[in-house]
């Protein structure tokens, strides 16, 4: 009795000292992220104690060691009885068991994340078969759009898109900077601007075969986060910094701008999540709008953000649409009903119909995406982590969270329509990962067939 006391204590020591360090280690890391800000950290820390600690990962990381350590007891007290011999013959032995036990392991885990029971049955007939689009948003001026990535070159994914009833495209050329603070984006270049418009022609091109349509909208790329900050957050210290930083948005945007004209293309986003610049300085925006319209003459929006953004821009007069990025929260459960994501819906719906009321402008949802995830409806604007590596793939929250959004914000009449996120190009995929995307899952199937409606 005294042995087995005695043992599970080295286990509770291994395994309390093996969790406070892997615990230690997320809030350094954290810690540096932030650039040392203990707030801010200690906000972030404790979302990621919460995850770690329900994660079976975690603990069977916490078990490692002692296992380790059992592992090298035994070695050692083999050499011991039989020497070199027993060494060679148990160590073999254990490290054959060892990785056995690792691989079983893993087989268990990913068996366990491609878990969920499904009952969806795909339906065929709701495909377009036809050479071309529909163009069903010319009988309910819709748009049914997604934003597309590696897709150059490949026709095949085009053509996929037209039979799901997609009848837009999002192209998403990111723009570099530094920090949030400095203004140091990366102008374009002549010879860049050719090599872009040489990229785009060419699926400008494809897109032409089917009658899909094309919004171009530039996102701002932060390549240095302190403290938490995203482009949102993007603030100059000075007004020189403010007027280099306008400067150089300018010319980035007036040359995507000119582009899309040259290109045709239907559709311009003038921005993407830049809140902070719309609050400081709304006259430099104003005139950015006044210097797009002279050099394109397609329909314009702006990709607010979801939380207050989209309710205090003070240009939307002077666009077409009121654009939103809509990662609204639909949750705070793991495993919600399709009925409390449309009542989280039904909440959102009648501050985004106050808006559109206020402007008289059609509300176009820039982005909305859902992670195939287990607790996408909590955070659906959340990338994935590390945690994704061992949660469970969800294409059922997914696919109702899609649902949910049909059944509410579709039918309004002052929607005007919705550019998914995401679609990989990337070949033929099942649809087992706890990514963005929609192919081969079976939302992409539920929103041909909204799409086609009746």
Same mark, same amino acid.
């Given at each position: ?21 892997? /615990? #230690? $280690? ?8 932030? @650039? =040392?800000?203990?707030? !801010? &950290? ?64 893993? /087989? #268990? $885990? ?8 499904? @009952? =969806?049955?795909?339906? !065929? &007939? ?329």
């Amino acid at each position: 009795m005294k042995i087995k006391i005695a043992a599970l204590k080295l286990f509770l020591w291994f395994y309390g000292c093996t969790a406070f360090i892997l /615990l #230690m $280690l997320a809030f350094l890391l954290i810690l540096h992220k932030n @650039d =040392y800000s203990v707030h !801010t &950290t200690t906000v972030f820390f404790l979302d990621v104690v919460g995850r770690m600690l329900t994660s079976i990962f975690f603990h069977i990381i916490a078990i490692l060691p002692y296992l380790i350590f059992l592992l090298i007891k035994r070695i050692i007290s083999d050499y011991k009885r039989n020497k070199i011999k027993g060494l060679l013959t148990g160590s073999l032995l254990k490290a054959a068991i060892f990785i056995a036990i690792l691989y079983i392991g893993n /087989l #268990m $885990l990913q068996s366990y994340r491609v878990s969920e029971v499904s @009952d =969806y049955t795909w339906d !065929t &007939t709701v495909e377009n078969n036809s050479n071309s689009v529909n163009n069903y948003g010319n009988i309910d001026k819709k748009q049914r759009g997604i934003h597309v990535f590696n897709i150059s070159g490949n026709s095949e994914d085009i053509e996929k898109l037209k039979t799901n009833n997609f009848e837009w495209i999002t192209l998403t050329p990111f723009i570099s900077q530094g920090d949030y603070n400095k203004p140091s984006l990366r102008v374009i270049s002549e010879d860049r601007y050719k090599n872009i418009l040489k990229h785009y022609k060419a699926i400008k091109a494809e897109c032409d075969v089917y009658g899909i349509k094309i919004m171009l909208k530039p996102h701002i790329w932060l390549s240095k986060t302190k403290n938490g900050k995203w482009r949102s957050d993007i603030n100059m210290e000075t007004e020189q910094d403010w007027n280099t930083w306008f400067k150089n948005y300018n010319q980035i945007i007036l040359k995507y701008a000119t582009l899309a004209e040259e290109l045709q293309l239907e559709q311009f986003c003038i921005g993407t999540e830049l809140e902070t610049t719309i609050y400081e300085k709304p006259e430099q925006w104003k005139a950015l709008i006044q210097k797009v319209k002279a050099v394109y003459k397609g329909k314009l929006t702006y990709a607010a953000n979801w939380n207050a953004e989209y309710k205090k821009v003070p240009f939307w007069d002077e666009l077409d649409y009121i654009g939103i990025q809509a990662y609204f929260p639909l949750s705070e459960k793991d495993d919600p009903t399709l009925e409390a994501l449309e009542n989280y819906w039904k909440k959102h719906t009648e501050e985004i119909a106050l808006v559109s009321s206020k402007f008289n402008k059609p509300i176009l949802f820039t982005e909305l995406g859902y992670k195939s995830i287990q607790g996408t409806s909590k955070k659906p604007w959340e990338w994935n982590g590390i945690h994704s590596l061992y949660s469970k793939i969800s294409k059922g929250e997914q696919l109702l969270c899609y649902q949910a959004f049909f059944n509410t914000i579709w039918k309004e009449p002052w929607f005007h329509g919705i550019h998914i996120w995401e679609w990989q190009g990337r070949g033929e995929s099942d649809g087992n990962n706890t990514n963005f995307t929609i192919e081969g899952k079976p939302s992409l199937n539920l929103i041909a067939k909204h799409f086609k409606g009746n």
